[in-house]
């Protein structure tokens, strides 16, 4: 069956340091992964998505994910962080033909410290 | 619409009551989820509507649950005898159901049983 594992629950970061969110998954076949954010309050937000392609992608507010096959994992990146980025991240895998049935990770909160 | 719609934004509501949350998903989407998220469970998959094939209803937690889409449009999810471990954000999202193009998310709804 498939899963997704943020092994990091949350993580606080200085404003204007580079950020990394972590994310392994576990899937049969070749998978569909996103990322979203989710402020307090508010649903989510797609950030980026990967199927196919440069395993390098890039997203929305300076966000980019690196798919590494060989490791099972997507994690995003930001190299300089800003207060506004304090949220919740979500990484998932889509399990369906179309890709959009997703089966997410826990999450990890981000928070941003001045 | 420019989004996905849902209402109502919050509902409280007594154990073994009856309830039904909307979704409006985007115009011409041909594709609805419904997930749920709620802290002890974190983000889950509950049912996925595509065109007019029959729902895919593997990831409702009891027969309590059901929901219906209208039109091809908006969907109802009913939780009959609600029950306190229901309480939870109900998210529904929609797509046009291709590989990999990632979900629109609406703000959801969160219910409380007391």
């Known amino acids: 069956a498939q899963s997704v594992t943020q092994p990091d629950i949350h993580i606080t970061v200085s404003e204007g340091a580079s950020l990394e969110l972590r994310c392994n998954y576990s899937?049969?076949?070749?998978?569909?992964l996103f990322w979203y954010v989710q402020s307090p309050g508010q649903g989510l937000q797609l950030l980026l998505k990967?199927?196919?392609?440069?395993?390098l992608v890039q997203g929305i507010k300076g966000f980019e994910a690196e798919f590494k096959r060989s490791q099972s994992s997507f994690n995003l990146r930001k190299p300089s962080v800003h207060w506004s980025d304090a949220a919740e991240y979500f990484c998932?895998?889509?399990?369906?033909?179309?890709?959009?049935?997703?089966?997410f990770g826990g999450g990890t909160r981000l928070m941003v410290k001045p | 619409g420019a989004g996905v719609s849902q209402s109502p934004s919050n509902k409280v509501t007594e154990k073994g009551k009856d309830v039904e949350l909307r979704c409006d998903p985007i115009?011409?989407?041909?594709?609805l989820y419904w997930y749920r998220q709620s802290l002890g469970q974190g983000l889950e998959f509950l049912i996925y509507?595509?065109?007019?094939?029959?729902?895919?209803k593997s990831g409702l937690p009891s027969d309590r649950f059901s929901a219906e889409r209208t039109g091809g449009s908006v969907s109802t999810l009913t939780i009959q005898r609600t029950q306190q471990e229901d309480s939870a954000v109900y998210l529904c999202?929609?797509?046009f159901g291709l590989g990999g193009q990632g979900n629109t998310f609406g703000s959801g709804t969160r219910l409380t049983v007391v």
């Open positions: 509507f595509q065109g007019n094939s029959a729902p895919d």
């Open positions: 899937y049969g076949a070749t998978p569909y």
């Open positions: 999202a929609s797509s």
């Open positions: 115009s011409g989407h041909t594709a």
């Open positions: 998932a895998v889509g399990v369906n033909n179309a890709g959009n049935m997703l089966t």
């Open positions: 990967y199927f196919s392609g440069d395993t």
